[in-house]
């Protein structure tokens, strides 16, 4: 009897604590969050509107510039052609830097109007020797290649790049390609996008879509091929085709050097570079075009450790840069007043701040919560329609993993909570907010030694494994799972079971490729 007293007692409590205090804080959250859900379902809307209507009528942007093969001119010569540098940045890259220099010395393009500049930062003093050795292999075959190294790693790969523009032989070069170190280029790159730039003077940038070899390798790869598919299917897409912008992706993109000169060349107060770099020279009324036609190899990040890092440096750096420019984006007066709208609200507010935000705050924690204040409802609407909808226009760009939406669905909320935290940091320019962590690539070398050793379990250390916020995430969601099972009114079970378990096996690292330390 004491026992049912003292419950009563303190569920009483609980009630009396709860309702002028979490109540109506869990209610504006929830009317905080379908304001962005709402934000990000017209965004949505609006970019699957355009793209149809591109694809109906045709009108990409590549189709708005002249593009014309190069000829040959008996009184020049080869002087007809533009000297073009090609930029490897690389970082320690055991595994792939030979597939990198050798796709780049295969470019078809006059012998003598290429430079191949390889851009290393290595602190492993072997491997700079084996690179340099590779170098001078190509070199010895006729190929105009150099070597260039640092006694530092200031600005990383920024500051890798910069150092690069200022080496004496640059100044006869009038574009700058750049292919990050897991990048395969076709041999006939430079003929499909040097024309753009050399018969459009207006245009600055020429952007090839990537083409991912390892996509297959394991669920996760296959989640990152829906997510990235999209962006370059449709954001970049649409971009183009309207307002001439969109974000550099860093690689697989040839630059007029001119105008990267004009933007004021590479910067690295953030981690986003490229993106730093796009939108100045976008202000100073440089055009972009995006050829999703031409597509270039690379490696998607298979380690849930080499991808987690990877997410944070895409989600801060760009929220730190919207914190950086967003008013010099304001004051520009060089661009129309609707692209300075689209680039702000569009491109960096909700596609990379509120997408983030409302994945994870929504999704994860104000509507399990609503489970445990019944008082606290969320409209049909905004439980379910709304990210229905979203969900579909994200995975169209991928047809064949559209039998993995579900997965897909609750991988992205995982990694919505390091996008989200990486969010915070890069607004806030709190602690890591410039950590820079090279992406891990395994590269087809490693594939073939550990098929060549057979399989065998890997020695498990729970410490290298063991992910503590996806953990406590995990137990959150279950707790309001089965809460909602015995007390609750909102149905919502199934999915939180289901979201919570995709929390448990991301925190216990059952994910991803798992490579063991001695290999």
């Not at 630059?255 to 796009?278: H, N, Y």
């Not at 609503?370 to 379910?384: D, I, M, S």
Request: glycine letters at 6%; charged letters at 20%.
């Amino acid at each position: 009897m004491d026992r049912l007293s003292s419950g009563s007692e303190s569920g009483m409590a609980w009630e009396q604590g709860s309702v002028p205090l979490i109540v109506p804080v869990l209610r504006l959250m929830v009317v905080v969050c379908l304001a962005m859900s709402v934000m990000l379902f017209l965004e949505r809307v609006y970019m699957g509107i355009v793209i149809v209507g591109i694809k109906l009528l045709k009108k990409k942007g590549v189709k708005k510039y002249k593009w014309e093969p190069m000829k040959e001119d008996l009184e020049l010569g080869n002087g007809a052609y533009p000297m073009v540098l090609v930029q490897i940045p690389m970082f320690n890259e055991k595994e792939v830097y030979q597939l990198s220099i050798g796709a780049a010395c295969g470019l078809s393009w006059p012998s003598d109007r290429i430079i191949i500049q390889v851009l290393d930062d290595s602190t492993d003093s072997t491997l700079k020797e084996l690179v340099g050795a590779e170098c001078r292999r190509w070199a010895n075959k006729g190929i105009n290649i150099k070597y260039e190294i640092r006694d530092n790693r200031n600005g990383y790969k920024a500051g890798a790049l910069q150092e690069g523009m200022k080496q004496s032989y640059v100044k006869y070069c009038d574009y700058v390609v750049i292919f990050d170190a897991d990048f395969q280029p076709e041999a006939d790159f430079l003929w499909r996008t040097i024309p753009f730039l050399v018969h459009n003077p207006e245009l600055a940038l020429v952007q090839a879509r990537w083409k991912f070899v390892n996509a297959d390798e394991c669920l996760m790869t296959r989640m990152q091929e829906m997510s990235l598919d999209y962006h370059f299917t449709v954001e970049q897409e649409v971009g183009s085709a309207t307002y001439a912008f969109f974000g550099f992706n860093g690689t697989a993109g040839v630059w007029r050097i001119s105008a990267l000169f004009e933007a004021g060349g590479w910067k690295s107060r953030t981690t986003v570079e490229d993106m730093d770099l796009a939108v100045r020279a976008s202000l100073k009324g440089w055009k972009f075009v995006y050829v999703g036609e031409l597509k270039v190899k690379n490696e998607l990040p298979s380690t849930f450790k080499a991808y987690r890092y990877q997410q944070h440096r895409w989600s801060c750096g760009p929220a730190n840069l919207f914190r950086k420019m967003a008013m010099e984006i304001l004051r520009n007066k060089k661009v129309t007043l609707w692209k300075k709208l689209y680039v702000i609200y569009s491109f960096f507010f909700v596609r990379k701040i509120v997408a983030h935000l409302v994945t994870f705050i929504f999704y994860c924690v104000v509507m399990p919560a609503t489970v445990l204040v019944p008082e606290v409802h969320v409209p049909k609407w905004g439980a379910v329609y709304i990210p229905s909808v979203i969900t579909i226009l994200n995975a169209v760009g991928t047809p064949r993993s559209l039998h993995l939406l579900v997965f897909w669905v609750l991988f992205e909320n995982v990694m919505s909570l390091h996008r989200t935290k990486a969010t915070f940091i890069g607004l806030l320019e709190a602690s890591r907010v410039n950590e820079w962590i090279v992406t891990e690539k395994l590269g087809d070398a490693f594939k073939m030694r550990m098929a060549s050793k057979g399989f065998k379990k890997p020695r498990i250390r729970i410490g290298e494994r063991l992910h503590l916020l996806e953990l406590i995430v995990g137990i959150y969601l279950f707790v309001c799972g089965c809460y909602d099972i015995a007390l609750g009114k909102n149905h919502y079970f199934l999915y939180l079971f289901l979201q919570s378990m995709a929390f448990f096996i991301a925190g216990f690292g059952y994910i991803g490729t798992f490579v063991p330390n001695n290999s």
